[in-house]
């Protein structure tokens, strides 16, 4: 008799990918859960930030994550398949640890200093992700899936220098004592 992880193990196999697109498609999944699961994450991290810039960096970026759903759609399309999701375990995880982060921290720079963190980590996974996607669809000679990918990858890169602008020009500074500096009132 069978034991239940050989047929696991057996059922698996049909899943493995053998070829680049194949695993280029498995990617595809992958970002398209990350990116929906963005979508509800993104609005949790507004209601907790603070800082007005932060607020409205993710009210950009959530804008700009629904366009990436769009896009990841199209990129489907382009292909001849269905949209469709694969839980992606990393950015379940990321947003598990940003949300563990929130609880964590005071309301105020402190928190939104661990937000812009957390953001970051989101960015750099998906800068990762995207690149790594847009090299196999070169590779693939798919050129309009290439393309939506080239410009999800550049408005990440962009999104990655704002969350370092924000933190970098005042931010990290107030967070430094948990509250704003009487100085700091003044310039605000």
Same mark, same amino acid.
């Given at each position: 008799?069978?034991?239940?992880?050989?047929?696991?193990?057996?059922?698996?196999?049909?899943?493995?990918?053998?070829?680049?697109?194949?695993?280029?498609?498995?990617?595809?999944?992958?970002?398209?859960?990350?990116?929906?699961?963005?979508?509800?994450?993104?609005?949790?991290?507004?209601?907790?930030?603070? *800082?007005?810039?932060? @607020?409205?960096?993710?009210? *950009? /970026?959530?804008?700009?994550?629904?366009? /990436?759903?769009?896009? #990841?759609?199209?990129?489907?399309?382009?292909?001849?398949?269905? &949209?469709?999701?694969?839980?992606?375990? $990393?950015? *379940? !995880? =990321?947003? +598990?640890?940003?949300?563990? =982060?929130?609880?964590?921290?005071?309301?105020?720079?402190?928190?939104? $200093?661990?937000? =812009?963190?957390?953001?970051?980590?989101?960015? /750099?996974?998906? =800068?990762?992700?995207?690149?790594?996607?847009?090299?196999?669809?070169?590779?693939?000679?798919?050129?309009? &899936?290439?393309?939506?990918?080239? +410009?999800?990858? !550049?408005?990440?890169?962009?999104?990655?220098?704002? #969350?370092?602008?924000?933190?970098?020009?005042?931010?990290?500074?107030?967070?430094?004592?948990? @509250?704003?500096?009487?100085?700091?009132?003044?310039?605000?």
């Amino acid at each position: 008799m069978e034991s239940k992880k050989s047929k696991t193990k057996d059922s698996n196999k049909n899943k493995v990918a053998t070829t680049l697109k194949e695993f280029f498609i498995d990617g595809l999944k992958d970002i398209y859960w990350a990116e929906n699961a963005l979508v509800k994450t993104l609005p949790k991290m507004f209601d907790k930030a603070t *800082d007005q810039k932060l @607020k409205t960096a993710i009210k *950009d /970026h959530l804008a700009q994550t629904k366009e /990436h759903v769009v896009r #990841l759609e199209a990129v489907f399309k382009s292909m001849s398949l269905k &949209a469709e999701g694969k839980k992606c375990l $990393a950015m *379940d !995880g =990321i947003i +598990k640890e940003g949300e563990e =982060i929130i609880e964590e921290t005071a309301e105020g720079p402190v928190r939104d $200093a661990g937000i =812009i963190a957390s953001a970051q980590k989101v960015e /750099h996974y998906e =800068i990762a992700t995207y690149g790594t996607l847009a090299a196999f669809a070169k590779t693939l000679n798919e050129r309009s &899936a290439l393309d939506l990918l080239l +410009k999800t990858l !550049g408005e990440e890169k962009k999104s990655d220098c704002l #969350l370092s602008t924000i933190a970098d020009t005042n931010l990290n500074s107030q967070a430094v004592d948990g @509250k704003l500096k009487s100085k700091d009132l003044n310039a605000v």
